[in-house]
């Protein structure tokens, strides 16, 4: 991790959940039956605790007896506390940008993100720069693609998001503070593949890179 992303994305690492329209879509009829009734109206968020902040070429751990699956994402680095702020104003809130892989063990419930699934240590990758808001000139149209030992994997683009960045941060701030550092995951796409120990894994982003990672076995002791 650079030095630039370690001072600049230093503070909470929020993860937006279901912010792909294909996901959404899969999960539809799901959310039409007891007890939601509809899809959610808000942005559905979990946070990735500090244990499972990992960085470029980390090594994450596969528990034993358990699926892993990698979850490609861009990551928006809060440059100054955001409370309340408008749609218009969000983006001057903006640092930067990042790659983030957010792993996870699969998921039964979006409503209600498992902490046993999302927290694993080395469990959020991020890196392997930060690169200023400035230098992309449109968030909302960038390219993912997630490859397993060089093979591509998973393709999808930030203009598929249900909410934009600043529709996130203006709905988010709306009733929590974001400060300065703190890190939105602004989702993964659908279409979420296993990886084995002994896999490289590697999340591209169009104008910001590679973010790679080595999967390993759990050594038990």
Known sequence: ????????????????????????NQRIAEFEQ??????PLKPVLFIKTPNTRNGHDGSVVQPTGERLQPGPALGVVIGKSASRVSVENAMAHVAGY??????????????????????????CALGPELVG???????????LKLFV???????NSTANWVRDI?????????FMTLHEGDVLITGTPEGRVDVQPGDTVEVEISGLGRLVN????????
């Open 166 to 174: 600043p529709q996130l941060i203006a709905e988010i701030s709306e």
């Open 98 to 123: 990042t790659i983030i892989n957010e792993f996870s063990l699969p998921e039964d419930s979006y409503y209600r993100p498992a902490v046993k699934a999302k927290c694993r240590d080395g469990f």
């Open 1 to 24: 991790m650079s030095r630039a992303l370690h001072d600049g994305a230093n503070g909470t690492l929020f993860g937006v959940a279901l912010n792909y329209q294909g996901l959404l």
């Open 133 to 143: 808001r400035d230098q992309i000139d449109n968030p909302n149209q960038l390219s």
């Open 149 to 155: 030992n060089g093979e591509l994997r998973q393709q």
């Open 214 to 221: 080595h999967i390993k076995a759990e050594e038990l002791s």
């Open 34 to 39: 007891a007890p939601y009734q509809k899809p």
